[in-house]
């Protein structure tokens, strides 16, 4: 039995699922670990609660449905289009309120509309919003992870970088010490008096000889190449992370990244003002910023008051899957997220699934709305 209450509204929210044609699925509350680790993101990496089978397995309690609902489908063999809802209880360990609590939301797959489809996902979270809170004020904030990444690819930057800052993005603090790295990259000695001494016989310079160098020394402290890496491995390794050490972004790039980070207007303005940075630094990022346009022309289609929306160019969400879209609903004035949700169309690929299937989706905090309806019904 549940530890804490279903909220009264959750069977009016399946019937709105339901008249949004979506399919009403389950998944089981104890997961395999390994999905979440390894695809979820380190925010949520710390908060998951871990157990074992009796065979040494590691399995966490569900800490949320998009994982096991996209699992479920690649098992089920199920055909796409197809549109999932869900509501149940989700376990993480959480900085404010109960470590139980339920979720509820819409995963979208293989709608290749995808504009449409990220239109549709932000429609509906404020359409099953606004039945629980009629009347109240809704602030949406919507960023772009695939926009980011266009305006890092384009600063030319190695791969190593570019995947480092992506990873960041939504982490300001994070971004922020990686572009001080950047402006201020590391002096070789960071890495210790051996990798300095490998720099002066200049080894680093070479890697087949680098690589013999470490084999020779694993062989002579006995050292089990089978128990890690290959010399060759290690060689590659050191010598990426020396490069990116060593990476300098020019003043120019710099200023330009910065300038980006801080873009904050409202939707209504945000595909002028993407264009016009775009032209300004110089960068081609045409793909990126026509699907931008698309969707911003896709959620006044369906009615979205793009006033109410708020695109910030550093805004992300803390799970490492998303590709594109990323929103959160509050309402004016209150952090609390009611609504959170955004675009994964790698994810499945990931998970097993033999085609790449876009997908996007979004979750609902119920105990978050159900105290929103209690303050509204106070005042």
């Not at 089920?76 to 470590?99: D, I, M, S």
């Amino acid at each position: 039995m549940p530890l804490i209450n279903l909220p009264v509204f959750a069977p009016q929210m399946l019937a709105d699922f339901a008249a949004l044609g979506t399919e009403r699925v389950d998944t089981p509350v104890i997961q395999p670990a390994e999905p979440f680790l390894d695809m979820a993101g380190e925010d949520l990496r710390r908060r998951i609660f871990m157990t074992e089978s009796e065979t040494g397995a590691s399995l966490c309690l569900r800490p949320e449905f998009t994982i096991p609902v996209c699992l479920r489908h690649i098992e089920t063999a199920t055909g796409t289009p197809k549109r999932y809802a869900y509501l149940g209880e989700v376990f993480r360990q959480r900085r404010g309120g109960a470590n139980e609590f339920y979720q509820a939301g819409i995963e979208d797959l293989g709608e290749t509309d995808t504009a449409g489809a990220d239109a549709r996902a932000i429609h509906d979270a404020l359409l099953v919003l606004t039945k629980r809170l009629p009347g109240a004020p809704f602030a949406v904030t919507l960023g772009d992870q695939s926009v980011f990444e266009a305006v890092v690819a384009a600063c030319g930057l190695p791969a190593g970088w570019q995947k480092r800052l992506v990873h960041a993005f939504g982490n300001q603090t994070q971004l922020q010490k990686l572009l001080g790295q950047l402006a201020n990259p590391s002096a070789t000695g960071v890495f210790g008096p051996e990798v300095e001494r490998l720099a002066i016989l200049g080894l680093l310079e070479d890697e087949e000889r680098l690589a013999a160098h470490i084999d020779q020394t694993m062989e002579a402290t006995g050292y089990s190449t089978n128990a890690s890496r290959s010399p060759a491995e290690i060689a590659r390794r050191l010598r990426e992370k020396m490069e990116l050490e060593s990476t300098r972004l020019e003043g120019g790039t710099l200023a330009m990244l910065t300038e980006f980070l801080s873009l904050e207007v409202s939707l209504a303005e945000a595909p002028d003002a993407l264009f016009a940075f775009a032209d300004k630094a110089g960068l081609t990022m045409d793909k990126a910023l026509s699907g931008f346009d698309a969707r911003v022309a896709a959620l006044a289609n369906v009615g979205v008051d793009l006033s109410s929306v708020t695109y910030r160019a550093a805004f992300g969400r803390p799970l490492d899957y998303y590709t594109g879209l990323v929103f959160e609903v509050t309402l004016e004035g209150d952090s609390s997220v009611l609504a959170g949700g955004g675009r994964f169309d790698r994810l499945m690929t990931l998970l097993g699934a033999t085609d790449r299937i876009p997908a996007v989706g979004f979750a609902l905090w119920l105990d978050r709305i159900e105290q929103a309806i209690e303050r509204s019904a106070r005042q």
